[in-house]
Nanobody, 125 residues
Framework: QVQLVESGGGLVQAGGSLRLSCAAS????????MGWFRQAPGKEREFVAG????????RYADYVKGRFTISRANPKNTVYLQMNSLKPEDTAVYSC??????????????????WGQGTQVTVSS
């Protein structure tokens, strides 16, 4: 069983930065893949970024490219999402997810088996 716990959300002004963390416990995740998703009120969940644990290859949604960076810290079993130049439209609940296949870092939530509870990010204008 895998548990994912997010932290680092909060309230920030437009143009500011936040760093989200997702700590995984319960099993080794060195062969897995991790993704970040977000969901704003009244909207569907959308993909933000993904990273393969082995090799570290990454993928980003177009609307965050150049502003967000996903990374991992192997000894800590933790994935980070550094968010810069935040915009009010980035306001959402951000959740991390784990794909036990280890290769999928795409946008389909159905491919990720384990999810965290989410952390709120609010960007004021």
């Amino acid at each position: 069983q895998v548990q994912l716990v997010e932290s680092g959300g909060g309230l920030v002004q437009a143009g500011g930065s936040l760093r989200l963390s997702c700590a995984a416990s319960g099993r080794t995740i060195r062969t897995y893949a991790m993704g970040w998703f977000r969901q704003a009120p009244g909207k569907e969940r959308e993909f933000v970024a993904g990273i393969r644990w082995s090799g570290g290859s990454t993928r980003y949604a177009d609307y965050v490219k150049g502003r967000f960076t996903i990374s991992r810290a192997n000894p800590k079993n933790t994935v980070y999402l550094q968010m810069n130049s935040l915009k009010p439209e980035d306001t959402a609940v951000y959740s991390c997810a784990l794909d036990s296949d280890g290769s999928y870092i795409g946008s389909s939530p159905l491919r990720y088996e384990h999810w965290g509870q989410g952390t709120q990010v609010t960007v004021s204008s």
